[in-house]
């Protein structure tokens, strides 16, 4: 009489041991990405509070000073992409890593707006350079096959160490003082010297001298194929915003479901994630596979935004969260197949030799759309329903020239 409802739980088991990769290099960048992420999750939390209730800034301050941070990690995205091609992956992302502690470190001194600005683009530019030169890593540890297995290895720890870093925050968020707030600090630099200890323990990886060829810097901004398809990911790139900017501001100001259903909705969304990532990147492994995964990520995102809209229509709390629960399903399956796209094609185009600097350029993409995107979405939140059609329309739009983009750099040839 067990078995019908021991069956689900087995299989939920299943998924989650899927989600740890075997034992090797991978599994100890993932290891090193889980601390990180941990890190990243206690701070950021209260990040805001520290800055205004520590620091004593003002929030048009903090978000200024924030802004300007982001722009900082954008600009060296890819020269420090270019750094990893010439001098090994491993080698500086330990460097890296090592380096954000006593950066972020600072904030515990930092009493005005200038010397905060100077502080959080620092470590805006090293965090950001540890974001770019992972998937170089990766590229170096994993053979062609296993690359974009490895990355929802990459995407399901982080998703977990966020989680449970944010969820630590907490106890700071309850006890709500000066030294609390300054503990997080403490812990987030704590959390990156482990993961630093665990990459010193990493078999090193290859170096320039390894590769045949040597790429110039600028080899990227040539590529035109791939700022092609950079451009068009950045755009399916939103849905991190949509989630973190306009899914709260519409809950809260256009439906009548409860402002807790935003909290609710962001577990539902982890755990979809950890469980699934996996499953939904394994069609990115080939080319073709890669640039489906773009064109369904469109898809997703526009069914997204539609269901998003029709929960805004005056439909009572009680459907308005029933169809909040459907769009974040679909929500979630664009973001999986966004990125899984996104892995696919950003290794399959890039050249062997130049993967620091097509993942720098790829994630100055990501690093503008996330500029972009609180003004851009609030400005769909403010147009109302006709806003998230238009949202959908782009979504569908950039989704659907994804494939025709990865057909025009494999014809363009010099890939390895």
């Known amino acids: 009489m067990t078995a019908p409802s021991s069956a689900p739980a087995s299989r939920v088991r299943r998924l989650v041991s899927r989600a740890v990769p075997a034992a090797g290099p991978v599994r100890q960048v993932a290891f090193s990405t889980l601390l990180t992420t941990m890190g990243d999750g206690l701070f950021v939390t209260v990040s805001t509070l520290f800055f205004t209730r520590v620091v004593g800034l ?3 301050e903090v978000g200024l000073g924030l802004t300007i941070a ?3 990690g954008l600009l060296f995205a890819i020269p420090l992409g270019h750094v990893a091609d010439r001098k090994g992956a491993h080698r500086v992302l330990l460097i890296l890593t090592t380096a954000v502690i006593p950066a972020i470190l600072c904030y515990l001194w930092v009493r005005s707006f200038w010397l905060f600005v100077i502080v959080a683009c620092v470590v805006g530019v090293l965090q950001r350079g540890c974001r770019t030169v992972l998937p170089a890593l990766i590229a170096d540890i994993a053979a062609p096959d296993d690359r974009v297995t490895a ?6 720890v982080t998703n977990v160490g966020i989680s449970v870093g944010a969820g630590a925050a ?3 968020l309850f006890i709500d003082t000066r030294t609390a707030y300054q503990a997080l ?3 987030a630099a704590l959390m990156y010297v482990a993961s630093a200890a665990v990459l010193t323990r990493l078999p090193k990886g290859p170096a320039a001298a390894d590769h045949p060829q040597r790429a ?7 590529d035109l194929p791939f700022l092609a398809f950079t451009g068009l990911n950045a755009l399916l790139a939103l849905n991190s915003g949509l989630m973190e900017i306009a899914l709260p501001l519409w809950i ?9 259903m935003f909290s609710a909705l962001i577990v539902m969304n982890t755990v979809l994630v950890v469980l699934f990532q996996l499953k939904t990147s394994s069609r990115g492994d080939s080319l073709a596979g890669a640039a489906r995964s773009s064109r369904w990520a469109g898809l997703f995102l526009a069914a997204t935004c539609l269901l998003y809209a029709a929960a805004g229509s005056d439909v009572g709390a009680l459907l308005a969260a029933a ?4 769009a974040m399903i679909a929500h979630t399956w664009g973001e999986m197949h966004q990125v899984s796209g996104e892995w696919g094609l950003s290794f399959r185009l890039a050249p062997s030799h130049a993967h620091g600097q097509y993942q720098g350029m790829l994630a100055t993409g990501r690093a503008a759309t996330s500029v972009a995107a609180p003004i851009l979405l609030i400005a769909v939140i403010s147009a109302g329903k006709q806003g998230w059609l238009v949202l959908a329309a782009l979504f569908v739009l950039s989704g659907l020239l994804v494939p025709a983009t990865a057909r025009w750099a494999e014809r363009a040839g010099n890939r390895t």
């Open 70 to 72: 982001s722009l900082a």
């Open 185 to 187: 600090v403490v812990g």
């Open 151 to 156: 990355r929802a290895h990459l995407q399901v």
């Open 58 to 60: 003002s929030l048009v």
């Open 252 to 260: 809260v100001m256009h439906t009548d479901a409860p402002a807790w």
């Open 170 to 172: 907490g106890i700071a």
């Open 216 to 222: 110039r810097m600028s080899l990227v901004l040539t």
């Open 323 to 326: 169809i909040l629960v459907l």
